[in-house]
C-alpha cells in the first residue's frame, strides 16, 4: 500500500475509533479483523491513541492501522513514529500537508468544498476525506461534483450510519466511508468485544 487511493480498496468502512483506554485497542483491532475489516483509523483524541496505535501495531500486524484526527505537525510525526500505516486528517493547511508528506505515508486529507478539493488535487492528492459529510451536503454534494471532478474519490465521514451507509457506497466517486458505529463507547467501556465483530461483519457486507 503506497498511496492514499488504495486506503479506499481495504473495506468498505473505515471504522473510526476513539480509544479511552489502550487496554481496548488490541482486542478492539482483532475484533473488526475477525468481522472482516482490514483497516482502523485511531483518532487522537484521547491521551491513551498514540499508545493504541504502538500497541495495534505490534501485535496486530494483519490489520492496516492509521491516525486520524490529524491536525498538526507534531501528530504526524508522533503518529508516524508511533506505527500508523497512514494518516487522516479533518482538513488541511500548507504547513499540515508539508509535514504529512515529509512522513512519507499515505493519507487522506479532509475537504469538505469544491475550492478545498481542487487545492488539494493541485498537490497531487486525489483521495479526500469528504468531512463533516452529512454536514457538508452528504450524498447531494458528492453526486454534484462527481462531473467537474472526474479523478477525485472520497472517503466521507461524518453523521453516517449503518442506514445511510448504502447511498454513499453507491457513489462512483466514494472509495470507502467512515463510520463510528462499529465501535461505541459503550461497547467498548463494556469490553464487548462480540458485538463489535458482529458490527464489523455486517459493515463488511455493505458492498
Not at 508516524?80 to 486528517?89: I, Q, S, Y
Not at 504547513?95 to 498537490?123: K, N, Q
Not at 497531487?124 to 451536503?137: C, H, I, Q
Amino acid at each position: 500500500m503506497t498511496t492514499g487511493t488504495d486506503l479506499l480498496t481495504l473495506s468498505p468502512v473505515m471504522p473510526v475509533v476513539v480509544i479511552d483506554d489502550a487496554d481496548d485497542a488490541v482486542p478492539t483491532a482483532r475484533a473488526l479483523l475477525a468481522g472482516g475489516i482490514g483497516v482502523i483509523e485511531l483518532t487522537l483524541r484521547t491521551p491513551a491513541a498514540l499508545t493504541a496505535i504502538e500497541r495495534v501495531a505490534r501485535e496486530v500486524p494483519d490489520i492496516v492501522v492509521g491516525a486520524g484526527t490529524v491536525t498538526s505537525p507534531d501528530q504526524a510525526k508522533q503518529s508516524a513514529d508511533a506505527g500508523a500505516k497512514f494518516l487522516v486528517t479533518p482538513g488541511c493547511t500548507d504547513t499540515l500537508l508539508d509535514a504529512a508528506f515529509a512522513t512519507g505515508l499515505p493519507f487522506l486529507p479532509g475537504a469538505s468544498t469544491v475550492s478545498e478539493a481542487l487545492r488539494l488535487a493541485e498537490r497531487g492528492l486525489t483521495a479526500l476525506k469528504f468531512f463533516p459529510a452529512e454536514a457538508s451536503g452528504g450524498t447531494a454534494f458528492l453526486k454534484s461534483i462527481a462531473g467537474p471532478l472526474p479523478d477525485l474519490r472520497f472517503c466521507p465521514t461524518g453523521g453516517i450510519t449503518v442506514d445511510s451507509a448504502p447511498s454513499y457506497l453507491a457513489l462512483p466517486n466514494v472509495g470507502c466511508l467512515g463510520g463510528s458505529w462499529l465501535t461505541p463507547a459503550k461497547l467498548l467501556s463494556a469490553k464487548d468485544f462480540g458485538t463489535v465483530q458482529t458490527l464489523a461483519t455486517e459493515a463488511a457486507a455493505l458492498r
